[in-house]
């Protein structure tokens, strides 16, 4: 820990730290997100365990009566954000957004247990979370995986945590905008308007918002009731880890139940897996499930399916298409393919890399014996640090930092990244 990377790193986390939860960034994002805080955790656990586990804990006390875990949970009041809590209208007594994200913290929760300095007080913290993260999976198969097919479909752009990819592209167009409500974004107030979504795109988000809360946020009904229904690989791949790391813990803490459905959520999703793979690309592929067909874009979201253990021929075809994208960006690993048309280096999800990507994508391609394209990420990722400090996102050609800046979950994996270099040194 005496790398000064590291010091710098966990300044950033204890600076955006609010007792119990931490925000992204001051200013852009004055809330709790919940891929970032499980991702997050992980980077306090190398200085306070007991504050990686409260980080969880906050977000599974938010936790909706029929299991979904939203996207974000509005502790206060804050209008430098837009849409706040008088746009989702949930009828939370604690405001909460209506959607989710990537279901990240069964794998946070393993790594945190796994990593402990004392096991039964991990295990204590780690077993109410069982089943709360168990309910979690089961909502994915029951309200986004209605016809079980065993991979399930995100109902918004923003449940990807990939917001204005081109993978929605195509998507998005149909999402009827005629009499969304007027408002004014607060992001291009924090940040560059170049670096972020199009207006259009936002009448879009919108538009869906204020579908679901026209059905009273029912989950029952907003899969088949969304214009919007796509399969990202990115996603499902995260759901599987996750399911499959929560089944190791549950069988570890003496949960069997828990951990044999688990294994039936992973096994699912990988038996169903293969049908997102494109030969011709070398890489997953989303499915849209109002068109019936594949997405022709080729995003990181096709390559973070590495993430999963899927099978090793599969691995071992991301890596090299990995290793040939670094051959036309500087660093890894660009959130678009930098020679397709839509790619735009500084614009959010349509071509800026983003490091708690790289360290999923790196720790999947780890796991598969990947290590050299592993090992050129964790490369970049550090180079980008000592160059543009703790963005929220790089341009994948420049290394220009954009977006927020001093961003927790940047700084989070920065920590995983040289502890891990550390401790295999």
Same mark, same amino acid.
């Given at each position: 820990?005496?790398?000064?990377?590291?010091?710098?790193?966990?300044?950033?986390?204890?600076?955006?730290?609010?007792?119990?939860?931490?925000?992204?960034?001051?200013?852009?994002?004055?809330?709790?997100?919940?891929?970032?805080?499980?991702?997050?955790?992980?980077?306090?656990?190398?200085?306070?365990?007991?504050?990686?586990?409260?980080?969880?804990?906050?977000?599974?006390?938010?936790?909706?009566?029929?299991?979904?875990?939203?996207?974000?949970?509005?502790h206060v009041e804050d209008d430098g954000y837009f849409p706040g809590p008088s746009v989702w209208q949930t009828g939370r007594d604690v405001p909460t957004s209506g959607i989710t994200q990537p279901p990240v913290a069964g794998f946070a929760i393993r790594r945190l247990y796994e990593r402990a300095g004392d096991k039964a007080q991990a295990a204590?913290?780690?077993?109410?979370?069982?089943?709360?993260?168990?309910a979690w999976h089961d909502w994915f198969m029951r309200c986004r995986d209605p016809q079980g097919t065993g991979l399930v479909a995100i109902t918004h752009p923003w449940e990807s945590g990939r917001d204005n990819s081109v993978d929605w592209d195509r998507a998005l167009a149909r999402v009827p905008t005629e009499g969304v409500t007027p408002f004014t974004r607060r992001d291009t107030q924090h940040a560059n308007p170049d670096h972020r979504p199009t207006q259009a795109q936002y009448e879009a988000y919108i538009a869906l918002v204020e579908g679901f809360r026209a059905l009273d946020w029912d989950n029952s009904r907003l899969h088949d009731a969304s214009p919007f229904k796509v399969v990202d690989p990115g996603f499902n791949a995260?759901?599987?880890?996750?399911?499959?790391?929560? #089944?190791?813990?549950?069988?570890?803490? $003496?949960?069997?139940?828990? &951990?044999? !459905?688990?294994?039936?959520?992973?096994?699912a999703g990988l038996d169903a897996f293969d049908s997102l793979w494109s030969d011709a690309h070398g890489q997953y592929l989303c499915f849209d499930r109002v068109s019936g067909s594949s997405v022709d874009s080729l995003s990181v979201g096709g390559l973070l399916a590495v993430f999963a253990p899927v099978p090793d021929a599969r691995a071992r075809a991301i890596a090299?298409?990995?290793?040939?994208?670094?051959?036309?960006?500087?660093?890894?690993?660009?959130?678009?393919?930098?020679?397709?048309?839509?790619?735009?280096?500084?614009?959010?999800?349509?071509?800026?890399?983003?490091?708690?990507?790289?360290?999923?994508? #790196?720790?999947?391609?780890?796991?598969? $014996?990947?290590?050299?394209? &592993?090992? !050129?990420i964790e490369r970049d990722s550090l180079s980008l640090i000592d160059s543009g400090g703790f963005a929220e996102y790089y341009d994948p050609i420049t290394g220009e930092a954009c977006g927020g800046g001093r961003f927790t979950w940047t700084a989070a994996m920065i920590i995983e990244f040289l502890t891990r270099q550390s401790e295999d040194a």
């Open positions: 820990m005496s790398d000064t990377r590291i010091q710098d790193a966990y300044a950033i986390l204890k600076e955006n730290d609010r007792g119990t939860y931490t925000v992204p960034t001051k200013g852009l994002y004055p809330f709790q997100w919940n891929w970032d805080s499980a991702l997050s955790a992980l980077g306090f656990g190398h200085f306070d365990e007991d504050r990686a586990w409260t980080e969880i804990d906050t977000l599974f006390a938010h936790q909706w009566d029929d299991g979904m875990v939203p996207h974000i949970i509005f204590a913290r780690a077993r109410p979370l069982l089943a709360k993260v168990a995260i759901l599987i880890r996750s399911a499959s790391d929560l #089944a190791w813990l549950a069988e570890e803490l $003496g949960e069997p139940e828990i &951990a044999a !459905r688990q294994r039936q959520i992973a096994r090299a298409r990995i290793a040939d994208l670094g051959e036309r960006a500087r660093y890894m690993v660009p959130s678009h393919d930098p020679d397709a048309p839509e790619y735009d280096g500084k614009r959010y999800w349509r071509g800026p890399l983003w490091l708690i990507v790289n360290y999923m994508i #790196a720790d999947g391609l780890r796991v598969a $014996g990947q290590d050299a394209v &592993a090992d !050129r």
